[in-house]
């Protein structure tokens, strides 16, 4: 007979997570992962249960035990805040807080951490009943899911599946995660956050066991128990990447060794008489005035000979305009005077070139 699934699997992906911790006022800070008390919101947002009403529902919800998968690594991001701007903050005698030298009513201007861009395979093991009637509530959810603040929604369903196992390590690696690209490196270790409680074998914490303050016993007047909590590496294997990235627009790279390119440029310099079509110096090369068949399917058209000055005064304009596929064309009156400028900055710069025109008596100014 098959086992009732012990352990229900959530994807807590977005833009932006965040899992308070303890820091208040000004500054709220968020963990290093989904909290039990943001966790245990989520779903009492999916079951339809109030704040008011959550207490009656924690006790059984905190006995689920959490463990945490780190899939994609956030980036820490800061955000400023304003609250209560044009109303103002009531003090402790109920009275609206006024700005001394305005007169106007206070704003408390707070700062709030997020993770940005990270993506978390949460595991929740416990009661099959109780994990039953949460997953059927995260694929109807009541109200709207967050990921830990109103501001966060998920890119992604919560609900990953079921299944049963016998601890949280062993079903955070039974779920292969999946690159972002198919540039991203592939590592099996995924940093994990599994949640620690005493044992026969084990009744004591391990010595880097972390004390984390996040069982909630109340949402309407927040309060909080501790848990231990392990911060551990999982080996999971690797799926597919999520997609496959085109390659980045802009120039292609000829083959310079591919044999219909190189007749083609023997043909163009043929046509050109050998010499540059800009200052009619013996050409040495050519140059692609668009890269659109770059690599052995050019036409005689995509190219023209020029000598090695003209070329690489061409190339860094190219390069400083950024152009894409298509290029200059160093015959087109448009680029002359561009074109004559860059090759005096070569010229003046290049100190090899300065010397020899030096020798053969020539003036920089006269080019």
Known sequence: MTAQPNTLFLRLEGPLQAWGDTSKFVIRRTM??????????????????????????????????????????PVTWWDYHTVAAGYGILSAEGKVKVTQSTKEPETLITRREYLADASFLAALQGDPATLQDIAAALLRPRWTLYLGRKSCPPTAPIFAGQGHFNSLTDALKSIPWSPRSSRDPVDPRRPSFIEWTPTADQPNAPPD???????????????????????????APAGPPLWDPPKPPGRRRADYTNSAYREQRKQRLHQDHHLCVFCKSPATTVQHITYRRAGGHESLDDLRALCRLCHDAVTMIEYGLNMGLDRIDPVEPRWRDQIRNKRLDIIQYRSLETRNRALRGESVDEI
């Open 32 to 73: 290093d992962a989904p909290t039990k008390s943001g966790v245990l919101g989520l779903i009492c947002c999916a079951l339809g249960i109030s704040r008011a009403d959550a207490s009656t529902h924690l006790p059984t919800l905190a006995q689920l035990r959490l463990g945490v998968r780190v899939d994609r690594a």
């Open 209 to 235: 066991a972390e004390v984390w303050y996040d069982v909630p016993l109340n949402f309407r007047h927040p309060a909080h128990q501790a848990r231990f909590v392990c911060r551990t590496t999982i080996e």
